[in-house]
Nanobody, 121 residues
Framework: QVQLVESGGGLVQAGGSLRLSCAAS????????MGWYRQAPGSERELVAS????????SYADSVKGRFTISRDSTKNTVYLQMTSLKPEDTASYYC??????????????WGQGTLVTVSS
């Protein structure tokens, strides 16, 4: 069973930076997708950054391009979201998502527990 543990959220002033971490545990045969989503109160969950193709391809929401960077450390089974130039509108709960396979024939998808990021003006 694959599990994710997130860390790194907190309170930061506008213009500041935070780095979120998402550590995976369990048997992972292959990782197909790693993503960071966020959900603000009263809003739908949105995808802000993703890694696919074994980490070769990154994608970002327009609202975070140039400010957020997604990366992975395969040796630690950890994906990161480096957030810079934070704005009050970045305030949300952030969730990591991982999809892949635990064997050649068994797929999985898991979510982290969420970590709150609050950006003060």
């Amino acid at each position: 069973q694959v599990q994710l543990v997130e860390s790194g959220g907190g309170l930061v002033q506008a213009g500041g930076s935070l780095r979120l971490s998402c550590a995976a545990s369990g048997t992972i045969y292959r990782t197909d997708f790693m993503g960071w989503y966020r959900q603000a109160p009263g809003s739908e969950r949105e995808l802000v950054a993703s890694l696919t193709s074994g980490g070769a391809t990154t994608s970002y929401a327009d609202s975070v391009k140039g400010r957020f960077t997604i990366s992975r450390d395969s040796t630690k089974n950890t994906v990161y979201l480096q957030m810079t130039s934070l704005k009050p509108e970045d305030t949300a709960s952030y969730y990591c998502n991982l999809m892949g396979r635990t064997s050649a024939y068994r797929r999985f998808e898991v979510w982290g527990q969420g970590t709150l990021v609050t950006v003060s003006s």
